[in-house]
Nanobody
């Protein structure tokens, strides 16, 4: 069974930093695409950043220059370094992965981790 487990959320003041981690576990053969989405209260879930197995990245315009996504292939773990945080970054952050597991290619979500930025 494939699982994505996030960690690293919390409360931080504006201008501060946080680092989120997402570890994928289970019978995984390869990870095609992995990244982070977020959902603020009353808003739709949106892409924050994602990383392909070829190394290409996509970032939301609102986080470019402040957030960095990276990956440790040996650990099947993806990170999101978030700097210069703003109150509008407050949301539940979800890890998402498209991966090839024992039962085929599928799309998986983590349970989410809360990030709160105070002004």
């Amino acid at each position: 069974q494939v699982q994505l487990v996030e960690s690293g959320g919390g409360l931080v003041q504006a201008g501060g930093s946080l680092r989120l981690s997402c570890a994928a576990s289970g019978s995984i053969f390869s990870i095609n695409l992995i990244g982070w989405y977020r959902q603020a209260p009353g808003k739709q879930r949106e892409l924050v950043a994602r990383l392909s197995n070829a190394g290409s990245t996509n970032y939301a315009d609102s986080v470019k220059g402040r957030f960095t996504i990276s990956r440790d292939n040996a650990k099947n773990t993806v990170y999101l370094q978030m700097n210069s945080l703003k109150p509008e970054d407050t949301a539940v952050y979800y890890c998402n992965a498209e991966l090839h597991a024992w039962n085929g290619v599928g799309n998986y979500w983590g349970q989410g981790t809360q990030v709160t930025v105070s002004s």
